[in-house]
Each structure stands twice: as C-alpha cells, then as structure tokens.
C-alpha cells in the first residue's frame, strides 16, 4: 500500500526530474544565442485594453528586457514559460539601464498611449524579485514612470511569492492616489499540479498572505490560469481549469485571465510536443471552456489571453478559434457564435489522480531521456506528429 510518505518521495524524485529537464532548456537557450541585446533597448511596447469595474479603457503594456526570471535561473522555472529566451538570460541589466527603457517606451507616445488609463510594466518574471532587479531601482522605474505619464493605475508582473507588506507599503506611499495591480501566475488551484506539471511550487496560505496585504493597501491582483498544463489528459486540464476559476472566484480579484499553453522554444512542453507527447489545447477543449464562461456567471469576469501574447509560439490556435476567444473577451454578444451557447455546459468530472499522474510524467520522463534530441534539430519549424494525451496517458 501506497503511504503518505511514499508519496512525498515520489512527488520530490519527479519535481527534481522535472527541474532538470527544465534547467537543460535553459542552458541549450543560452547556447543558440550568439549575441545579447542591448540592454538599453525595451523588447516593444503594445496597446491593450484595461477593465476598469464594467468599463473597457486603454492599458499601455510595455515590455523591458530584464535580466531574467530568477525562479527559471535557479530551477529551470515554468514547463510551459519560454520567456527567459527573451531576456538577457541570467545577466545583470542595470538600474539605469532600465530607466532608460522607459524613458525610449514613453517618448514619442500616439495620443491613445499617451492617455492610456493603465501602464502596465513586464520585464518576462517578477518586478517585485530584488534578484531580478532591486527593489530601490524598482522606486526609482516608477518614480520615473508617474513623471512621464499620468497612468491612472499602474500593473506589475510578479510571483506571489514576492509579494510582501514592506514592498507593498512603499509602493502604497509612492503611488499616492494612483492604483496599483499585480498579475501574478496562480497557474492552478491543484498544489500538485503546480509543483509537478508546472514547477511553480506555493501553498494556498502564500497566495492567500498576498492577497490580504494587496487587499489592506486596497490594491489589486489579476491572477493567470494556465490551461491544459503539461501531463494532463484534456479532461483534466477542463476539471482543472473550471475548478481553479471556481476556487478563485470568491476571492474578490480584479479579473481572472486564461492562459492557453502555447510550445515555446526551449521549454519541456516543447520536448514534449516534438515527441507526440504533449498538444496544446484542442479546439473543442478551448470551446468547452468558453462555452463555460459565457454560461456561467462568475463574480469575477474571466478572460482569455490572445496567444499572440505569447514569445515565439510552434502552433497557433485557427483564427476562428481567435475571433471566438475575442468576442467572449469582449462579451459582444452579436459575435459569441451559437455554437458556445449550445455546447452543454460541462460539470468537471475528471479530478486528477495524484499516483497516475506521477506515473504519467515519470513514464513521459523516461521517453524523453530515451530519445534526447539534438540542438541543432531546433527551431526548424518541422512538426512532429502530435496526437492527444489521453491518447498515451496510463
Ligand atoms: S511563468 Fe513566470 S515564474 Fe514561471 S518561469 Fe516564466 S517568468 Fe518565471
């Protein structure tokens, strides 16, 4: 019989496997880049949309080019997240160096960005990490920020576990009447998951301490889902995601975004995806899911996130699947296709199993470490035949 303890041990064999694959990505995405970018120099900036209580506003994105994920430096980080290719990978860019992204992403503004309601700040990890980048030139960034715009709120990217009252409070006295929102991965309401599927190990009290210290200073968090993680059967990532959006919902957050997995380059999803070993989520997964929420009423609105948001993706979801996923974003209710509000609104009913799941990723593991593909046969674009999970899982 399977003890409480044997399963701890299993649950660490399979986090550490994991982590190493996940570290080896890394390390081939150090290798492939010849040059880094100047430091100097913000990835890109972007228009999007803010909601604002009911109302839709204009939410300036710009996305700085950061030192790098901490978390992907001393794990190997998220399965799914390709972002740390992005970066300059584990070197230093300076204080300065970054004020001087801002500065070029805030000149020269159209007269929308100029205006936007929201500024939101991405540097591809956490803001609030002092590894990432220091916390007093984080003041000086905002400090900065607010003299050249007049954002009403102000959003940063960040881990849950970087959210403390001593930053929050100065932050608090900083930003004087203007708001403040952190997007943070919450990933999945299943602790299991989060640790063996996605390597974003919290506990619920963490999450929960956050919260509470955003909440005390009125502040804001908008948490991201990800759906159809690595690991999982399609029926499980559907239970997964309703029930995560279920446990979250009371939780008075601004909004609830879902993340659609994408296979990005140097990632375990994509070792996975280029095994037959993994496919991101199906076209009757994604519907499911938005024929969910537009029959359900949450109290928290609920989105998806464009997959153009991701870095460099394999495979796109249809430009119907798009078009869908924008009239539900939007809740334009000529555009919803009849379709979503006829598919039966699904109960989850496919919890995941902590033993089959361990089996699954060790026996996925195993196939991965049978089959180790070379470099050079990356980024060529070729697709390997992919087939469902289920189609594999034990
Ligand atoms: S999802 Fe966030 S925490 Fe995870 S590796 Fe990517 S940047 Fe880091």
């Known amino acids: 019989m399977r003890t409480l303890k044997n399963m701890d041990f299993e649950i660490t064999l399979t986090r550490g496997r994991v982590r190493n694959f996940m570290k080896e990505c890394r390390k081939q995405a150090a290798t492939s880049k010849a040059t880094r970018p100047s430091t100097t120099t913000p990835l890109f900036k972007e ?215 994408t296979v990005q380059p140097f990632t375990l999803v994509e070792q996975l995806w280029r095994r037959g070993l993994y496919s991101p989520p199906s076209k009757k997964l994604i519907e499911k899911v938005l024929a969910w929420i537009v029959q359900t009423e949450t109290r928290t609105p609920v989105f998806i996130s464009p997959v153009k948001y991701s870095p460099a993706v394999l495979e796109m979801p249809s430009s119907e699947l798009n078009d869908q996923i924008a009239a539900v974003n939007t809740r334009n209710a000529y555009q919803i296709s009849d379709r979503l509000m006829q598919i039966e609104k699904l109960v989850p009913q496919n919890p995941v199993q902590a033993t089959r799941l361990l089996q699954r990723i060790n026996e996925f593991l195993n196939l991965l470490e049978m089959s180790s593909l070379p470099l050079e046969k990356r980024n060529t674009g070729s697709k390997l035949k992919s087939f469902r999970t289920e189609d594999l899982c034990v």
């Open 47 to 261: 228009l999007r949309i803010a909601h604002v209580g009911n109302t839709l506003a204009n939410r300036l994105a710009l996305f700085l080019r950061g030192k790098g994920c901490a978390w992907a430096e001393a794990s190997g980080g998220c399965t799914f997240c390709g972002f740390w290719s992005a970066t300059n990978m584990g070197t230093e860019v300076r204080g300065e160096d970054l004020i001087e992204q801002i500065r070029k992403s805030l000149s020269h503004l159209s007269d929308q960005e100029a205006s936007a309601w929201e500024l939101a700040l991405y540097n591809d990890g956490s803001l609030l990490d002092p590894q990432e980048i220091k916390f007093e030139s984080l003041i000086e960034i905002v400090k900065f920020a607010k003299g050249m715009h007049g954002f009403k709120r102000l959003v940063l990217e960040c881990k849950i576990s970087d959210i403390t009252e001593e930053k929050i409070s100065v932050l608090a006295e900083l930003l004087g009447d203007r708001g403040l929102l952190l997007a943070v991965g919450f990933e999945s309401s299943n602790p299991l998951v989060r640790d063996v599927c996605i390597n974003k190990p919290f506990s619920d009290s963490a999450f929960q301490r956050a919260l509470c210290i955003l909440k005390k200073y009125h502040f804001d968090m908008t948490a991201l889902i990800i759906v159809q993680p690595p690991f999982l059967t399609e029926d499980e990532s559907y239970t997964e995601v309703i029930k995560t959006i279920q446990y979250l919902d009371d939780k008075r957050l601004q909004r609830i975004d879902l993340e659609l997995t």
